[in-house]
């Protein structure tokens, strides 16, 4: 294997570039966790989550992947054969999808192309539909991570109140949390699973559930047999600061110190960064020719962007040149889009000039892999970044047939 110098460029959506000050905060000796230094610790990092899923309610800690999550939150708050109404917008969803099946959910799926977010439409009319409220939770992947897609919350919210229908909201904010605006009270969300490795800037390794009241309320007769995901042991040992099993001390220190930075920067700002850094790489690859496998403007994903290859033209080939000649990773097309697209996350803790070198990555590697293309997609972002008003105005792009939007995703 060569050896490389430099930066690793990590611009898979997730896990994400770790900033330094969280590695240094990270970078200290694993205390007592039932000490009173602990406690100031967990209270701290409690208080802080509060902010970032903008609720005033209880956000409970898991040290697990956000799988864990995922799972927390359907057996808290559900009973065996209930009915869960859930949406094919992408991998993530299928995988959440296939778990409630698992664990002896009823999980009804409104099919999808994967290239569009959750339509709150359809949302209302199933609902509405249901008249004996047998549907016992709506479950929806905010940010779908295999496809750049990102639903809508708080219009989805909306149907469901139209429909006036009484079923649990459960929102997977896995890659948008902290880079992507999400509000858990103010969009009525009962269940957010979030996790650490995203726009957390954190390794993996610790998840969350936000939980409102209704949630909390369902879950005192939801009939799931459950032990290392009981919100309730959590709830009450975090009322003095501790945990009911040995906590991820050190990945709490990186989270008391992450909460900071985004606090710090303010989470509008986080989230126009996010916004500002994702439409640069969308000029870029309508300056490369490139489809956006997202089809809706209004649901492009801020944290990353899934890009079609050429017919014929295989995306993992692609990765590897890039990864090889240019020390950078890209995300894999994931279920039946691998091959067919490569995701660029442009997440967590991300500027201009990483933008830049990651857009430099991959116009090079595109040349290097003898993929057709224009050049012109780093001019076209670096022009928009100086400039977000005169979008594109000043930028030659070469002649390349741009592709009409509208490849069909087969299995
Ligand atoms: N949900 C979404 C939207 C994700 O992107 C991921 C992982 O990338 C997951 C769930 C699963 O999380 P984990 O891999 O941490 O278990």
Known sequence: MTVQRGRHFLQIPGPTNVPDRVLRAMD???????????????????????????????????????TGAWEASLVNSLSPGDKLLMFETGHFAMLWQRMAKNLGLDAEVVPGDWRHGVDPAQVESRLAADRKHEIKA???VHNETS???????????RAIDRAGHPALFMVDTISSLASIDYRHDEWGVDVTVGGSQKGLMLPPGIAFNAIGPKARAAAKSARF?????????????????????????????????????????????????????????????RG???????????????????????????????????MERFNMSLGTGLGKLQGRVFRIGHLGDFNELMLAGTLAGVEMGLSVAGIPHAKGGI???????VDPRG??????VASFEQRANKTEIRS
């Not at 100031?40 to 005033?56: M, P, R």
């Not at 001019?379 to 970044?385: F, H, I, P, R, V």
């Open 288 to 322: 490369w020719g490139l489809e956006i496998l997202c089809l809706e403007p209004e649901e492009y994903s801020n944290t990353l962007t899934a890009l079609l290859m050429p017919e014929g033209y295989n995306a993992d080939i692609l990765r590897k040149v890039i």
């Open 391 to 396: 979008k594109e105005k000043d930028v030659q």
């Open 28 to 66: 200290a000796p694993t205390i007592d966790h039932r000490g009173p230094e602990f406690a100031t610790l967990t209270l701290s990092v409690l208080e802080g989550l509060k902010s970032i899923f903008q609720t005033a309610g209880d956000v409970v800690i898991f040290p697990s992947s956000g």
């Open 138 to 140: 709506v479950a929806v």
């Open 225 to 285: 047999p459950k032990a290392y995901w009981n919100w309730e042991e959590i709830i009450a040992a975090n009322k003095s600061g501790f945990f009911p099993y040995t906590p991820a001390t050190n990945l709490l220190y990186g989270l008391r110190e992450a909460i900071h930075m985004l606090l710090e920067e303010g989470l509008d700002n986080v989230f126009a960064r996010h916004a500002r850094l994702a439409e640069a790489t969308r000029c870029a690859a």
């Open 147 to 157: 496809t750049g897609v990102t639903s809508r919350i708080a219009a989805i919210r």
């Open 379 to 385: 001019q076209a972002a670096m022009s928009y970044l």
